[in-house]
C-alpha cells in the first residue's frame, strides 16, 4: 500500500484539532482506559484500519489487557470474556460506527444507559466519534501500519 499523502504536513492546522480532541479523549474526558482500548479497537475494525489496530492492540496490551481480551473484540458478540457495561459499549461503538445502517437503535443506547450515566454516554460517544475521524484519515490516505516482524 502506498499513502497518498501525508495529512499531518499538508494540513497541520486540521491535524492539531484532532489530536486535541484525542487529548481530551485519552487524557482529561476521566474515561476507563480499558473502555477506550475498547472502543478504539472494534471502531478501528469495523472501519478496516489497518494502522489504528495495530496501534490500539499494541497499547492495549502495553496497559495490561490480555492477549485473549483484545483477540476477541473482533467477535465480541460470540465471546463470553466481556463484562455487560463492554458489551453495551461494543453494541453501541458499532451502532455509532455504523451509524447509515444502525440509526444508533433504541436498544443499543437502552443497553448503555443500563451502565453508563448520561455524561459518560456522551463522552464515550465523543470518543467513538474521535476514532472514527482518525480511521477516515489513516485509509483515506493509505497511512501504512509499521511491519515490526515477519510472520
Not at 14 to 34: I, N
Not at 75 to 81: C, D, K, L, Q
Amino acid at each position: 500500500m502506498t499513502a497518498r499523502l501525508d495529512y499531518i504536513k499538508t494540513a497541520p492546522d486540521a491535524f492539531e484539532a484532532v489530536r486535541q480532541l484525542e487529548q481530551y479523549v485519552s487524557t482529561e474526558s476521566g474515561l476507563d482506559h480499558r473502555l477506550i482500548h475498547l472502543l478504539k479497537l472494534r471502531a478501528s475494525q469495523i472501519n478496516g484500519c489497518a494502522y489504528c489496530v495495530d496501534m490500539h492492540t499494541k497499547e492495549a496490551r502495553k496497559d495490561g489487557l490480555s492477549e485473549q481480551w483484545i483477540a476477541l473484540v473482533s467477535v465480541w458478540h460470540e465471546a463470553s470474556i466481556f463484562e455487560p457495561r463492554e458489551r453495551a459499549l461494543l453494541g453501541w461503538t458499532e451502532a455509532l460506527t455504523n451509524i447509515s445502517s444502525s440509526g444508533a437503535s433504541d436498544q443499543d443506547y437502552d443497553a448503555m444507559r443500563a451502565h453508563f450515566s448520561e455524561q459518560e454516554i456522551v463522552k464515550l460517544s465523543v470518543a467513538i466519534g474521535t476514532i472514527n475521524i482518525w480511521n477516515r484519515l489513516a485509509v483515506g490516505f493509505r497511512t501504512p501500519h509499521p511491519i515490526d516482524a515477519a510472520a
